[in-house]
């Protein structure tokens, strides 16, 4: 165990609201251990940023941690050169221009295609009728698998997120996870004689044709899954209500004042939808006056590093005028998001202009609480809103 100091934390006060105790580590203990998380925990920016990229230190390569057991062994868990290989292998799926030619036009056709559904209605549970399908809809073309239900790809992606967070090992979550990737192994064994044999962009068709291993072709299919769901849902369900609770920052987007992508980064910023991300002690190591043993447990908060006042002036405030530059909401080391491009499309390009254009009015159910929790990953749960419906 770390010699960092010794934090004791509420643990469901911290799932409800995580920054006031970030705040108070930043500012008393920027490197504490915390024991009711198990793990030495960094909360700077400037520790983060900078270890982040000390992998022969801060290492991803957990052979016994529970991704790597109930997911397979994906590029997230790996580091070097089996992970950069791994990583330009999937370059072709998910690079800007592939997002820009390839994927955007994809993602409008669901989103006008998800609210041509429900617009009528005129009032819905906004996470549950647009946000969760969309980014079900998007990861579905992204991966390859469009043979799934959006219902089972956000099901499938909880199952495995809750399944290696399961450190106190229940038994039923941890047969939710083999259910979802049972499920995901079965999609794709239809999906490879398909793909195999023509030129496709997705993740799957581009690992076939360089010749990835099967077993690193499903591992890194169940991380984009366990990645690539909930964090867009969340980063639009929570833009769209920072933005109904800001309605002066609003006008500045729809009077085209300020370009949607600044919306997704700031709100990425203040609510980061990944708030922490895990790291293996590999050797001795020293930052200040905290030592830290081989194999011990780290966490990289990135959710407090968004938030650091050293770098970010009323740190606490939803601001899209703000310069986001500094924001590593995506990471800040060789493992950076490699869906950020896809997610930006999703989100900015497509995403919030095309909510805002069609729910006219769009507003907030007066009287229907919001409830938002998390702090590994952090989200709405729902989103009550109205409109002025055009039928
Ligand atoms: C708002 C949306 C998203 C956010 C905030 C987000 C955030 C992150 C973060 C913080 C990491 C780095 C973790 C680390 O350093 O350990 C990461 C990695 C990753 N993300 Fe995302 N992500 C998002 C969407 C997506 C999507 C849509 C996909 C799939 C297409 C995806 C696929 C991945 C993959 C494959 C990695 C691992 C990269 C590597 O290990 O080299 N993410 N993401």
């Not at 980061?272 to 447990?297: L, N």
């Amino acid at each position: 165990m770390s010699t960092a100091p010794r934090i004791d934390i509420d643990v469901a006060a911290f799932w409800h609201d995580p920054y006031p105790t970030l705040a108070r580590l930043r500012r008393d203990a920027p490197i504490a251990f915390v024991p009711q998380l198990g793990s030495t925990l960094l909360c700077s920016r400037e520790d983060i940023f900078v270890s982040e990229k000390q992998i022969d230190v801060f290492s991803s390569h957990q052979p016994q941690g529970l991704m790597n057991k109930l997911m397979g062994h994906n590029m997230m868990r790996k580091d070097g050169e089996s992970h950069l290989n791994e990583r330009k292998a999937i370059f072709p799926a998910i690079s800007p221009k592939t997002v820009k030619a390839h994927w955007t036009a994809r993602f409008q056709a669901h989103a006008d295609r998800i609210l041509d559904e429900f617009e009528p209605a005129g009032a819905c549970d906004f996470v549950r009728e647009f946000a969760l399908p969309f980014s079900a809809e998007c990861l579905k073309s992204i991966t390859g698998l469009t043979n799934m239900r959006f219902e089972d790809m956000n099901a499938w992606s909880q199952g495995m997120i809750d399944g290696i967070a399961n450190y106190v090992g229940d038994a039923a979550t941890e047969a939710r996870c083999h259910a979802a990737t049972s499920g995901i192994d079965a999609a794709i064994d239809d999906m490879v004689p398909v793909l195999r044999n023509r030129e496709d962009r997705s993740l799957l068709g581009v690992m076939l044709a360089c010749g990835m291993p099967m077993d690193s072709v499903r591992a890194n299919i169940k991380l984009a899954i366990s990645g690539g769901q909930n964090e867009p849902r969340d980063a639009i369900a929570g833009a769209v209500w920072a933005l109904l609770t800001h309605p002066a920052q609003l006008k500045l987007l729809t009077d085209g004042a300020v370009p949607w992508i600044q919306a997704f980064e700031e709100y990425a910023r203040w609510i980061s939808p990944i708030g922490m991300s895990p790291r293996r002690i590999a050797k001795p190591w020293t930052i200040r006056d905290v030592e830290f043993e081989p194999d011990e447990r780290v966490f990289l908060m990135f959710g407090s590093a968004n938030r650091d006042e050293k770098h970010f002036e009323r740190a606490g405030e939803f601001d899209v005028r703000r310069d986001t530059g500094k924001s590593i909401a995506f990471g800040a080391g060789p493992h950076f998001c490699a869906g950020a491009w896809a997610s930006r499309a999703m989100v900015a390009d497509v995403g919030l202009p095309t909510v805002f254009a069609r729910l006219r009015n769009l507003r907030l159910v007066d009287g229907e609480p919001v409830r938002i929790g998390g702090w590994a990953f952090r989200g709405l749960l729902n989103l009550p809103v109205a409109w002025n419906s055009a039928v």
